[in-house]
């Protein structure tokens, strides 16, 4: 475990180095504002939550985002995040959900990863996203999130942090997203994780295809 952190931060702080003294004008493709996703998704309907104060944007850097919830019927809700990096040259870089979630007082239960199939633009695949089980006082809740750059969807932190790297000095490339859903497990019965993860997973699913023109590949 210590061997595998000092590489990565070798590794990070040799990327800090290499992409600081890269070009700082990056080659990033026109893509459209995250607002332009659509509201009605394969019977699921979505609503803007109330937007995020200026403190909590000034941290997390973020070049675009958006926050919502979607429904659908006789479903308990899902919400969605995406927050949009441009460049993360600057020090704006994606943060964990793991820092952020406890700072918002949701406590981490369990983790695993989760292998979702999807249809992408060059067609059917399937993704390997993170599955969280978070829990704030009586609620508890199923998190799925990943991180997305340039068509390619990774759960692993570090091994973004190391794509970020080599995209930077491949393409002249820094950004990045981070998606997150997350759905309220129902009850306490045997099922309830299940039907969390079922609901989750269907609304990913529906949702993926469309994420092309708003996260550039």
Not at 27 to 40: D, I, K, N
Not at 66 to 72: D, E, G, I, K, P
Not at 179 to 197: E, K, L, W, Y
């Amino acid at each position: 475990m210590i061997r595998r952190l000092v590489i990565v931060s070798v590794c990070l702080l040799l990327g800090a180095s290499v992409m600081a003294t890269a070009s700082r004008t990056e080659s990033v493709p026109a893509r459209e504002p995250l607002a332009g996703l659509p509201f009605a998704i394969d019977g699921w309907r979505g609503r803007n939550t109330p937007p995020l104060t200026p403190e909590v944007l000034k941290v997390l850097g973020a070049d675009d985002y958006l926050t919502r919830v979607y429904s659908a019927e006789a479903q308990p809700y899902v919400t969605l995040y995406v927050g949009y990096y441009e460049s993360q040259r600057q020090g704006d870089t994606i943060h964990s959900p793991l820092n952020c979630l406890p700072g918002a007082g949701w406590q981490p239960l369990s983790k695993s990863y989760l292998s979702i199939p999807v249809v992408a633009s060059d067609g059917p695949t399937s993704i390997t996203v993170n599955r969280y089980v978070i829990e704030k006082g009586l609620d508890r809740q199923v998190a799925l999130y990943w991180y997305q750059s340039h068509g390619r969807v990774i759960a692993n932190e570090y091994r973004s942090k190391l794509f970020m790297i080599y995209d930077a000095v491949r393409l002249n490339r820094s950004d990045a997203a981070l998606v997150r859903v997350m759905t309220p497990r129902i009850g306490s019965g045997p099922n309830a994780d299940a039907d969390a993860d079922a609901r989750a997973i269907e609304f990913v699913k529906a949702m993926f295809p469309l994420l092309g023109k708003f996260l550039p590949s």
